[in-house]
């Protein structure tokens, strides 16, 4: 049976109020075609990282929000609606708790079990929790994690230096456009020939090709003339990587960005087609996990081998290290993640992926929001030059959206004053406002976010419960809690926040406060675990932390 929703646009709305009007807006937008992955299986991005259940729960969703009231709340459990109940205004409209375990089952198997039986979704990071806004989402924090790598290695830039990574999938496909936005030339390699199309259509990548040897000799001549350039190579990681380091080719930096964290869904096992994966997948799900462990673990030596080599390497949040580990690669950790050795110092002062999205479809609204952040913030250079690469090359997927990386105060700042466009027409319907799980003070996971934390905490689950219940508390449109997002079962614990501009004082009253809770969060988290920029931050920033060291 065919089934398409596409992202709903235009001033007119058909819930009773616009707070209501924007979750069914974000949920439709995640699953419009130029936005989802897999949207007839109501999949967005990361493997099976999912909106709703099923569709009988998608338009139970949309139903109950319909007729949601402006003083009440619906809770969803892994995205299927189970209660409403009457709240009051400056509460949240709706919870969300996707594919929470009791630790002890917090497995892949245990979870497939319940997922087969239409008991739980996957959801991801923002794909159930509605504020996935496509590949752009990802984009500015894939700029910044090249730009550091740059900064660390490379002088600043990286003209003249060769990326190879994998994986061109929601989030992967963020990559080859980050690298070239850093003036290097990036190979990726995609094991899917419609996944490198959909990069092609959306200039993500420039150009694409199923020979090695050609592959090669582009990315060659592009480095020698300093020219930017993503090349799209069609194979399979596990296999065409070792070909590369058979042939002496140097590489500079080395990572990847398949779906790991999900060895049934997410990785495609060396010398299978995408159909006969598909085949094994439903016939014999543990000798496909089995094979694409495997595959993961010759992938990660592979990685290994091109560091021994010289090139820079570094795991990119997909948790290949641990499936490599787990299949005897003992030294799969020898390579470093992205968040310590790139992010964190970032985290330590509540600086985050702060994004919104135009609820009116209208592109203008964005540009006008564009202009309010550069009249605000015009010292932040990266943020100015980001704004320049985004407006000039970043092609728009279902509604209007934008990132930007702010720190705290400035995300109050810049909430507050989207709030007064609304207000005053500048623009032209409510904006929503939200952010990746992938935050400073919403996640717990240990093999990215919280790797290496200064003082051992990497597994305490408790800093993305708090941030769940503080936000909830200071009054977010919707907030949720998952478990497994972007690492995979039992690795990983996070919250995600949305706050809609809707013009009113209600709006802003809600606005300054979870705006600011929320990376407050982050900045007492890195201070909490002895770091130094979080514990400047916090007395800068007059964030009460009762048991704060000098
Ligand atoms: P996705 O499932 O949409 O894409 C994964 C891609 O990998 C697919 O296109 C698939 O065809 C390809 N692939 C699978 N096996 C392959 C193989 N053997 N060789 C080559 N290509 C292969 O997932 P996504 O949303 O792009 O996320 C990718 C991974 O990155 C996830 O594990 C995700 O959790 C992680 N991630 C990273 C960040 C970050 O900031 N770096 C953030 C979130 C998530």
Redesign the pocket.
């Known amino acids: 049976m065919s089934w398409k929703i596409t992202a709903k646009k235009g001033l007119e709305i058909e819930c009773k109020g616009w707070e209501q009007e924007a979750a069914l807006r974000m949920l439709y937008n995640n699953l419009d075609p130029e936005v989802a ?1 897999r949207p007839e299986d109501l999949v967005v ?3 099976i990282g999912k909106a709703a259940r099923n569709r009988e729960s998608f338009e139970a969703i949309v139903e109950t929000l319909r007729e949601l009231e402006k003083d009440e709340t619906m809770l969803v459990q892994s995205g299927k609606p189970v209660a409403v109940f009457k709240t009051h205004e400056a509460a949240p409209r709706v919870l969300l708790s996707n594919s929470v375990l009791v630790p002890k089952w917090a497995d892949w198997e245990h979870f497939n079990e319940l997922d087969k039986k239409g008991l739980m979704m996957y959801g991801q990071m923002t794909a159930g929790s509605w504020i996935y806004i496509g590949s752009q989402g ?1 984009v500015q ?2 700029y910044e994690t090249f730009a550091e790598l740059a900064n660390q290695n490379y002088g600043g830039s990286l003209k003249g230096t060769i990326t190879l990574t ?8 963020a990559q080859s456009l980050a690298v070239t936005m850093n003036e290097g030339v990036a190979l990726c ?4 020939p419609s ?1 490198i199309e959909k990069r092609l259509s959306t200039k993500y990548l420039d150009i694409s090709t199923d020979s090695l040897d050609e592959a090669l000799k582009m990315a060659e001549d592009a480095k020698h003339e300093g020219r930017p350039l993503s090349i799209g190579l069609i194979g ?3 296999e065409v990587h070792h070909e590369i380091l058979k042939r002496g080719f140097k590489i500079d930096v080395v990572t990847d ?5 999900d060895p049934l869904n ?3 096992p060396e010398g299978f087609s995408l159909s006969e994966a598909e085949e094994l997948r439903e016939s014999n799900p543990k000798e496909y996990v089995s094979l694409a462990s495997r ?1 993961m673990a010759k992938h990660v030596e592979a990685m290994l081998e091109f560091q021994k080599r010289g090139s820079v390497v570094f795991d ?3 948790n290949i290290r641990q499936v490599a580990l787990d299949t005897g690669v003992h030294n799969a950790f020898d390579f470093p993640g ?1 968040v310590p050795t790139y992010i964190r110092p970032l985290f330590c002062e509540g600086k985050g992926p702060f994004r919104f999205a135009a609820l009116s479809g209208d592109p203008k609204d964005i540009y006008a929001a564009d202009r309010k952040m550069r009249e605000l913030f015009p010292d932040n250079e990266k943020l100015m030059r980001w704004l320049d690469m985004a407006e000039e090359k970043i092609a728009f997927q279902g509604l209007p959206s934008r990132i930007a990386w702010l720190g705290y105060g400035e995300r109050a700042k810049m909430g507050l004053a989207l709030n007064e466009m609304v207000a005053s027409g500048e623009i032209s319907a409510p904006v929503v406002i939200g952010r990746d799980h ?1 935050d400073s003070g919403s996640v717990a996971s240990p093999n990215r976010e919280t790797e290496s934390m200064k003082d051992g905490s990497d597994a305490v689950g408790d800093w993305a419960v708090l941030n769940a219940l503080i936000n909830t508390a200071a009054g977010g449109s919707w907030i949720s809690f998952h478990h497994g997002g ?2 995979g079962m039992g690795y990983s614990l996070h919250a995600g926040m949305v706050v809609v501009a809707d013009g009113t004082k209600n709006a802003e009253k809600r606005l300054g406060r979870v705006l600011t809770t929320d990376p407050g969060m982050g900045i007492a988290r890195h201070a909490d675990a002895g770091y130094s920029k979080a514990v400047k931050a916090a007395k800068t920033h007059g964030i009460h932390i009762p048991m704060l060291k000098e």
């Open positions: 992955e991005y990361g493997g990802i924090g894939t994998a994986g061109l999938g929601g989030m992967g496909g390699v995609e094991v899917d996944r399979n990681a596990a960005q398949t779906s790991a964290h997410g990785y495609i595959s990119y949040g997909n992205f992938l972007g690492v």
